[in-house]
């Protein structure tokens, strides 16, 4: 069974697998205070790297997961991950880019996101109408967070002049 069984049966599967998405969306808010921690003790791109895999484990989890409570888990962690790789872009721009151009590059990010996200859903479909599943949904979707980690671990060492001055004491 997968979650798109489980969103095909009876309404109160349904159900389930509304409060499976809230599971993940409330442990996202934790994610965000627990790796806004680690990115301030291990360093933020170390956390980001390791949040992209595991969001990549869970979503290739995915495949081979069946019963309600293996769901539910999956997307605490799934969640927990997500939500706390997010917000650590912002102060990953910063250190690598400086305060000056943070907007534009916090755009450039979100506009590429958005663009990757508007496309999921087509890609999704057309993947489940080829092969009558989401086994391949799943493996690509894990091979995309796989090459955003990857990527993510190509960023040179971070240039220490781009400290912002505010942070500098007087």
Same mark, same amino acid.
């Given at each position: 069974?997968?979650?798109a069984n489980i969103e095909r049966q009876a309404p109160a599967s349904a159900i389930a697998a509304a409060?499976? /998405?809230s599971v993940e969306g409330f442990a996202g808010l934790f994610g965000r205070v627990i790796f806004g921690v680690l990115g301030d003790k291990l360093g933020v791109k170390r956390v980001i790297i390791g949040g992209l895999v595991l969001q990549a484990a869970c979503? /290739?989890?995915y495949i081979y997961v069946s019963e309600l409570s293996h769901f539910y888990a999956l997307a605490a962690v799934l969640g927990l991950a997500y939500g706390g790789v997010m917000p650590l872009y912002a102060v990953l721009a910063r250190? /690598?880019?400086g305060p000056k151009v943070m907007g534009t590059v916090l *755009? #450039?990010?979100t506009m590429t996101s958005s663009i990757g996200m508007?496309? *999921?859903p087509? #890609? *999704?479909g057309w993947i489940f109408d080829t092969f009558g599943d989401y086994h391949w949904l799943y493996v690509s979707s894990a091979?995309?967070?796989?090459a955003a980690a990857a990527l993510a671990l190509a960023f040179p060492p971070k240039n220490q002049d781009l400290a912002p001055t505010g942070a500098v004491p007087a």
């Open positions: 069974m997968t979650l409060s499976i /998405y979503i /290739y989890t250190d /690598y880019f *755009g #450039g990010i508007a496309f *999921g087509i #890609g *999704g091979v995309i967070g796989l």
